[in-house]
C-alpha cells in the first residue's frame, strides 16, 4: 500500500483576515491558470481563471495575481469566512485550452 | 441543471473484478474529462474528450483502464481487470470549449473506488 502521501501545505487564518494561497507554476508556455475550491467528499470547484495577458483579476471576495516574470500565481480571499474552508488547488493550461494540469493543493483552515 | 452526474458514488470490489464508472456531462457541453485523486499523486488526467472522440489518453494508466463517450451525454470509465492501486477517487467533469469563453471545468462529485 502507500506509506507516504503528498504532505499538503496548510494555510491556518482567522477568521475575517484576510488569506493568500500561492502558487507556482512550471511551465513558461502556460497562458491559462484557473483556481479550484476542493471541500471535504465533494469534486473541485472553479473560483476564478486569469488569461497570461493580465496580472490581476477580481472577483467576489477572491483576487487572482499573475507574475509571469518568476511564474508565480496567488489567490487573496478578502475576509476570511468558515466556509472558506477547503483545499485550493491553482491549474494551468499546457498543450492546448482545454487540457489543464493541476497543482497539489493547499488546505486552507479558518480559525473561527 | 443537475451538474455534472456520476454513479456510483462508492465502489468496493475485489482484486481481478471489472469496474464500470459512468459519468452525464452537463447538457451542451463538448468536453469531457476522467481525472483520477489520490494522496500519493494529486489530481491527474486521465482522458478527455471532445465531441464524444477522444482526444488524449497519454494519462491512462496501463491497458486494464478504458474509457468510451458512445454520445454526448454519457461516458464510462472501465477498469479490468481492477487491483488495489486503483483504489482513488475518480472524478468527471465537463466543460464547454469555445474560445474565450470561461474553460472552468464543472466537476462531478466523484467515485470513491476501493479495491480489495
Known amino acids: 500500500g502507500e506509506s507516504v502521501g503528498l504532505h499538503l501545505p496548510t494555510l491556518s487564518v482567522q477568521e475575517g483576515d484576510n488569506s493568500i494561497i500561492n502558487c507556482a507554476y512550471s511551465?513558461?508556455?502556460?497562458?491559462?491558470f484557473i483556481w479550484y475550491k476542493q471541500e471535504s467528499g465533494k469534486g473541485p470547484q472553479f473560483i476564478i481563471d486569469i488569461r497570461s495577458n493580465m496580472d490581476k483579476r477580481q472577483g467576489q471576495r477572491v483576487t487572482v495575481l499573475l507574475n509571469k516574470t518568476v511564474k508565480h500565481l496567488s489567490l487573496q480571499i478578502a475576509a476570511t469566512q468558515p466556509g472558506d474552508s477547503a483545499v485550493y488547488f491553482c491549474a494551468e493550461n499546457r498543450g492546448g485550452y482545454q487540457k489543464v494540469t493541476f497543482g497539489t493543493g493547499t488546505k486552507l483552515q479558518v480559525i473561527p | 441543471d443537475a451538474g455534472v452526474i456520476q454513479s456510483p458514488r462508492h465502489e468496493v470490489t475485489e482484486m481481478g473484478q471489472e469496474v464500470t464508472l459512468r459519468c452525464k456531462p452537463i447538457s451542451g457541453h463538448d468536453y469531457l474529462f476522467w481525472y483520477r485523486q489520490t494522496m500519493m499523486r494529486g489530481l491527474e488526467l486521465l482522458i478527455y474528450?471532445?465531441?464524444?472522440?477522444?482526444?488524449?489518453d497519454s494519462g491512462m494508466p496501463e491497458d486494464r483502464f478504458s474509457a468510451k463517450m458512445p454520445n454526448a451525454s454519457f461516458s464510462t470509465l472501465k477498469i479490468q481487470p481492477s487491483e488495489p492501486r486503483d483504489s482513488a477517487v475518480y472524478f468527471c467533469?465537463?466543460?464547454?470549449?469555445?474560445?474565450?469563453?470561461?474553460?472552468?471545468?464543472?466537476f462531478g462529485s466523484g467515485t470513491r473506488l476501493t479495491v480489495v
Open positions: 474528450f471532445n465531441n464524444n472522440v477522444p482526444i488524449d
Open positions: 511551465n513558461s508556455a502556460s497562458d491559462y
Open positions: 467533469a465537463s466543460s464547454f470549449g469555445r474560445r474565450r469563453a470561461n474553460y472552468g471545468y464543472t
